[in-house]
């Protein structure tokens, strides 16, 4: 299980996430909805590691550090690096020596091209193909489906599930339902800080 408990995160003076306790089980694909502003990227940063909080979080048996592959609203590139130039860069950090670019690059992006020179969509397929370089055991996705086409669609649902069959946990936050309820085990909305219903 992935255990938050007393959850709670403000920025200033507005309390985001209020005294959340929730338990995730792991090897499952959890969504998480709510309105514009409920604080769903929020939470999921929260459990990226990426935001600081009070209370606690725990990842069941699973180690955190450099474990988390966080899937970003909107992926920030580099001006003049290519695609393939960011895929080179994520592997040599993730310290990968071998990469089939061709084989690797599921969603056929144009890899010579600047990444910063990518539609919305691309920009998310690139980020998604870099995390697909590694394996970690929890993936936060934060709108994945956020300026995807159909196909690409489609695609990333027969990704998210392939990661799950590796024995993953995954969450992903979206406003797009149909996906969600595709692929998701649970999903969770956020109301008021808390989770109002699951
Ligand atoms: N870094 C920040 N500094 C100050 N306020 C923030 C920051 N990040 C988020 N907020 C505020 O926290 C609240 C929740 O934001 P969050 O992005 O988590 O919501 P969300 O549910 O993901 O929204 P959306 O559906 O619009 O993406 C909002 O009121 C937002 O303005």
């Given at each position: 299980m992935?255990?938050?408990k007393?959850?709670?995160?403000?920025y200033s003076?507005?309390?985001?996430l209020?005294?959340?306790t929730?338990?995730?089980e792991?090897?499952?694909?959890?969504?998480?909805?709510?309105?514009?502003?409920a604080?769903?990227?929020?939470?999921?940063?929260?459990?990226?590691?990426?935001?600081?909080?009070?209370g606690?979080?725990?990842?069941?048996?699973?180690?955190?550090?450099?474990?988390?592959?966080?899937?970003?609203?909107?992926?920030?590139?580099?001006?003049?690096?290519?695609?393939?130039?960011?895929l080179?860069f994520?592997?040599?950090?993730r310290?990968?020596?071998?990469v089939?670019?061709?084989?690797?690059?599921?969603?056929?992006?144009?890899?010579?091209?600047?990444?910063?020179s990518?539609?919305?969509?691309?920009?998310?397929?690139?980020?998604?193909?870099a995390?697909?370089?590694?394996?970690f055991?929890?993936?936060?996705?934060?709108?994945p489906?956020?300026?995807?086409?159909?196909?690409?669609?489609?695609?990333?649902?027969?990704?998210?599930?392939?990661i799950?069959?590796?024995?993953?946990?995954?969450?992903?936050?979206?406003?797009?339902?149909?996906?969600?309820?595709?692929?998701c085990?649970?999903?969770?909305k956020?109301?008021?800080?808390?989770?109002e219903?699951?």
């Amino acid at each position: 299980m992935i255990k938050l408990k007393k959850l709670s995160k403000s920025y200033s003076k507005s309390l985001i996430l209020n005294d959340l306790t929730v338990d995730f089980e792991e090897n499952s694909i959890h969504g998480i909805v709510g309105a514009n502003g409920a604080g769903k990227s929020t939470l999921l940063s929260c459990i990226a590691g990426i935001e600081a909080y009070e209370g606690e979080i725990s990842y069941g048996h699973k180690a955190k550090r450099n474990n988390i592959a966080f899937l970003p609203t909107d992926p920030f590139f580099f001006e003049w690096i290519t695609g393939r130039e960011y895929l080179k860069f994520i592997a040599d950090l993730r310290k990968i020596d071998k990469v089939n670019y061709a084989e690797v690059n599921v969603f056929q992006l144009p890899l010579e091209a600047y990444a910063s020179s990518y539609s919305t969509g691309m920009k998310k397929k690139l980020a998604l193909t870099a995390l697909l370089l590694d394996e970690f055991d929890f993936y936060v996705l934060d709108e994945p489906f956020n300026g995807i086409d159909n196909e690409g669609v489609h695609l990333m649902i027969d990704i998210i599930r392939n990661i799950q069959k590796k024995g993953k946990t995954i969450f992903i936050a979206s406003h797009f339902t149909s996906p969600l309820r595709q692929v998701c085990d649970h999903i969770y909305k956020l109301v008021d800080g808390n989770i109002e219903k699951q």
